[in-house]
């Protein structure tokens, strides 16, 4: 883990939606490191390769082609050395099957893609700046759907 910057990973299929992710950070006044990958095959295996920084939050789509996030989700949860990692769903998905399904395997937060650009500045600064040592401890369900 680095001090000086939040180090952050989005894995989602969609260029547009990669691109406002980015853009996002880029205008908050938060000093993070961002990398994408455009689906869950080329994210495991950069977390699977050797000397590698890990992520302090890693932001996972549900629905990407080749692996989806629930597969790389479940891949991530059973695997120690990725269990500092907080797993944020990062979804147009608002189905409650899906809902419970990612808090039941170990993801730490589930956010709905906002549908506009302030939104998003939003929920990724509020997001980034959770105490995830507190925020993980005693994980429940009211404080896993993040709701703006």
Not at 29 to 34: A, E, R
Not at 61 to 88: H, Q, T, W, Y
Not at 121 to 147: A, C, D, M, P
């Amino acid at each position: 883990m680095n001090e000086d910057y939040i180090d952050i990973i989005l894995a989602d299929d969609d260029e547009d939606d990669r691109l406002f992710f980015t853009d996002a950070f880029e205008e908050l006044k938060i000093t993070t490191k961002v990398s994408t990958y455009n689906d869950g095959v080329y994210l495991m295996d950069y977390l699977n390769s050797e000397e590698i920084i890990l992520p302090n939050v890693l932001f996972l789509d549900l629905n990407m082609p080749r692996k989806s996030g629930m597969e790389c989700l479940r891949e991530i949860r059973a695997n120690d050395k990725f269990k500092d990692i907080a797993v944020a769903i990062y979804s147009t998905s608002a189905s409650e099957e899906d809902i419970e399904k990612t808090f039941v395997y170990g993801a730490n937060i589930y956010i709905k893609k906002p549908d506009n650009f302030k939104k998003l500045k939003k929920v990724l600064s509020e997001v980034v700046t959770i105490n995830w040592q507190y925020h993980t401890n005693g994980l429940n369900k009211e404080i896993f759907l993040l709701r703006l």
